[in-house]
């Protein structure tokens, strides 16, 4: 079944940095890569998400990216605020399965 | 509309006894889901429901089991419950290939 690896498990930035996140998968049938953001005590909220036809998608200060030979996707994040520090999760699912599996996660601590 | 609500949001149980968490969406969703979190372990699938009258196991259904009652209702039931089950537990619902959304969570605590 699909298996969903996420890097890294915790990262601290600069108030206006960049963060990236790294996620691989092992299905490649799996065609939707949604990202999510937990806060503390909160339930996770979807951020955004790729599907496979395409290679790249932007939301303001968020994009992520899609590499199918490689099996891997990636969450950037610029101009980083406060606000940002968070739990994020990637995830992938494949049409028709309906199975949705997370990766482990990554803890973004944005420090001002 | 309320989304994806779950019950109860808090339980202590006693090691053996147990308990059903129920999960109600009204989105209209084929599929549900059950996750556990626990710390530095992410969100894993418990079980799933791609649509009504089908049920299928996801990572880690040991000591569970689930019931798709209708289209809206999900319930995940603890036969035997054991400390290694004390978790937050979280329903979601989603449309296939698009957004999931989760429930409000259920903390619950066995000793």
């Known amino acids: 079944g699909e298996n969903v690896e996420q890097h890294p498990s915790t990262l601290s930035v600069q108030e206006g940095d960049s963060a990236v996140i790294k996620c691989t998968y092992s299905d490649s049938a799996s065609n939707y890569f949604p990202w999510y953001k937990q806060e503390l005590g909160k339930r996770p909220q979807l951020i955004i998400d790729i599907r496979s036809n395409v290679g790249e998608k932007k939301d303001q200060r968020i994009a992520v990216t899609l590499n199918k030979t490689a099996k891997h996707f990636s969450l950037h994040i610029t101009e980083t605020q406060p606000e940002d520090s968070a739990v994020y999760f990637c995830?992938?699912?494949?049409?028709?399965?309906?199975?949705?599996?997370f990766g482990k996660g990554t803890k973004l601590t944005v420090n001002p | 509309n309320a989304g994806v609500t779950q019950t109860p949001k808090f339980q202590v149980l006693k090691t053996g006894q147990s308990m059903t968490l129920q999960c109600a969406q009204d989105?209209?969703?084929?599929?549900m889901y059950w996750y556990r979190q626990d710390p530095g372990m992410g969100l894993r699938l418990i079980y799933y429901s791609a649509s009504e009258g089908t049920t299928d196991k996801g990572e880690v259904p040991n000591g569970y089991n689930v019931s798709r009652l209708n289209k809206r209702e999900f319930s995940l039931r603890l036969e035997s419950a054991a400390p290694s089950q004390t978790s937050v537990y979280f329903c979601a619902s989603g449309a296939g290939n698009a957004e999931a959304f989760f429930g409000q969570g259920t903390r619950l605590t066995v000793v």
């Open positions: 995830a992938a699912i494949k049409g028709g399965s309906e199975k949705l599996v």
């Open positions: 989105m209209n969703h084929n599929s």
